[in-house]
């Protein structure tokens, strides 16, 4: 990623992206509260696990194990391929396209399309890059996903919450992709929110 081409701000899985006005099925404070803290808490697990993919690499390469960065790489790959890249898709459906309909939320979508884009770029420069260049791609994914979470946490989810019309527990509705298995899990069988 050279920083010449432009960034493509296009959904990742446009299938998902609805563009049908949503609204809100729940005015309950507290469900909106559960859901905001479920993404949240999914966030920091998800940032927690690459952050320890990464160090994992950067160890490897330090040490010049060449067969131990290998792994490190393949594992990092495939955790961003099974969980960041669908991450990011199930964003793109009824939690980005509410916000995005809202006049307060339309630029920072698109910011946060943008980034997905970004993703998809530095993870494949990840795939061929190795030693030195692998640690130091692998660093700019997790920094760029740090920075996107934090947005979303700070700015998106907030509201989402605030907006009339609008339903984080909608948006998140079934999502494990989103709010994790055990919340996922916890609603359906009616044991929280």
Not at 26 to 51: F, I, P, Q, T, Y
Not at 61 to 75: F, I, L, R, S, Y
Not at 152 to 169: C, F, K, Q, T
Request: hydrophobic share 40%; charged share 20%; net charge negative.
């Amino acid at each position: 990623m050279d920083g010449s081409e432009p960034l493509d701000t296009r959904p990742l899985n446009a299938e998902l992206h609805s563009t049908e006005p949503g609204t809100a099925t729940s005015n309950n404070a507290a469900e909106e509260a559960a859901a905001l803290e479920a993404v949240a808490n999914h966030h920091g697990s998800m940032l927690k696990r690459l952050d320890a993919l990464v160090s994992a690499l950067t160890q490897a390469v330090k040490t010049g194990n060449p067969v131990a960065e290998h792994d490190a790489q393949g594992v990092l790959l495939e955790w961003c391929e099974t969980e960041l890249l669908p991450h990011a898709s199930a964003e793109e459906g009824p939690l980005y396209s509410g916000a995005g309909r809202e006049p307060e939320g339309r630029l920072l979508v698109e910011a946060l399309l943008a980034e997905h884009q970004a993703f998809v770029r530095l993870i494949e420069e990840l795939r061929g890059a190795s030693g030195v260049d692998a640690a130091v791609t692998a660093g700019a994914v997790r920094n760029v996903f740090a920075l996107h979470l934090d947005t979303e946490n700070r700015i998106l989810l907030p509201l989402i919450v605030a907006a009339p019309g609008l339903s984080l527990v909608q948006a998140v509705e079934g999502l494990s992709e989103l709010v994790g298995e055990a919340h996922v899990h916890r609603t359906r069988s009616g044991h929280g929110g």
